[in-house]
């Protein structure tokens, strides 16, 4: 898929460039009302190349205990200080995110 079939559906928060491509974070708002059933929104995170090809959907979180797996969790935004990427979720949680792979595991909490 290209970025340009998921920004027609839902609207993008923020991107990153880095090295292996663009980084995108999107609204969730919208993931909520396609996919009502689903509790789980941290597929609000990818990946593209330079031709805007999705190369991944982040993941590893139904791994992860401190994921609020119960009610609607999702990334809000992405930062890189110091060579180590991290993306914060809507509970103020911070994970390492594996940029070759997508795995997200979990960091620490942010106050």
């Given at each position: 898929?290209?970025?340009?079939?998921?920004?027609?559906?839902?609207?993008?928060?923020?991107?990153?460039?880095?090295?292996?491509?663009?980084?995108?974070?999107?609204?969730?708002?919208?993931?909520?009302?396609?996919?009502?059933?689903?509790?789980?929104?941290?597929?609000?995170?990818?990946?593209?190349?330079?031709k805007?090809?999705?190369?991944?959907?982040?993941?590893?979180?139904?791994?992860?205990?401190?994921?609020?797996?119960?009610?609607?969790?999702?990334?809000?935004?992405?930062?890189l200080?110091?060579?180590?990427?991290?993306?914060?979720?809507?509970?103020?949680?911070?994970?390492?995110?594996?940029?070759?792979?997508?795995?997200?595991t979990?960091?620490?909490?942010?106050?």
């Amino acid at each position: 898929m290209k970025l340009a079939d998921f920004v027609s559906k839902v609207p993008i928060r923020q991107v990153l460039r880095l090295d292996q491509g663009k980084l995108v974070v999107f609204e969730t708002g919208k993931l909520r009302e396609q996919n009502p059933k689903n509790t789980f929104y941290e597929a609000n995170v990818s990946l593209f190349d330079e031709k805007d090809e999705l190369i991944w959907t982040v993941n590893g979180m139904d791994q992860c205990p401190h994921w609020n797996k119960q009610g609607p969790d999702c990334f809000e935004s992405a930062f890189l200080p110091e060579d180590c990427l991290y993306l914060i979720s809507f509970w103020s949680l911070r994970f390492n995110l594996d940029v070759e792979t997508g795995f997200a595991t979990y960091h620490s909490f942010m106050k």
